[in-house]
């Protein structure tokens, strides 16, 4: 090192600095989210097992991150979560379009106990595009749906 020019060794400082400036820069801007939940029926009865999707409705196909997901309890309940690299509890704010399907067996066992019950029939409107749903700043615990 005795024999470094002092270019050098202003070019390694300059780097260093650099280095030590890039984490201030890097973190990518999040949307904001608010809390959701709701209800869902088919034919006026709490379902379980269905997947609510909602998809951020902005002219682009993705703005600010990844729509949300939740799953319905035995009472109809779900609360959404963002399907981002990093989940945050909630939807981005602002029109969604909502979609509804019914949640696939993902091992073995939960395979066997679906068999044996009858299949979900949900109408066409719970997946084809035709629900919408505004997710106020505020948030809501009245996203309900019924099919």
């Known amino acids: 090192m005795m024999n470094d020019s002092p270019m050098q060794a202003i070019a390694v400082a300059a780097a260093a600095a650099?280095?030590?400036c890039v984490p201030l820069g890097c973190g990518a801007k999040r949307a904001p989210t608010a809390p959701v939940s709701g209800t869902?029926?088919?034919?006026?009865k709490p379902q379980a097992?269905?997947?609510v999707s909602f998809l951020p409705q902005t002219g682009k196909a993705e703005v600010g991150g990844k729509g949300s997901m939740g799953v319905t309890d035995a009472a109809g309940k779900f609360t959404l979560r963002t399907a981002d690299d990093e989940p945050r509890d909630g939807a981005l704010i602002g029109k969604?379009?909502?979609v509804i399907r019914v949640r696939t067996a993902e091992r073995a066992e939960d395979e066997k106990a679906a068999a044996a019950k009858p299949a979900i029939k949900l109408p066409s409107e719970a997946n084809d595009g035709s629900l919408q749903f505004e997710v106020p700043a505020g948030g809501t615990t009245a996203a309900d749906f019924q099919l």
């Open 18 to 20: 650099l280095l030590c």
């Open 49 to 51: 097992n269905l997947v």
């Open 96 to 98: 969604h379009q909502v």
């Open 40 to 44: 869902v029926t088919v034919a006026g």
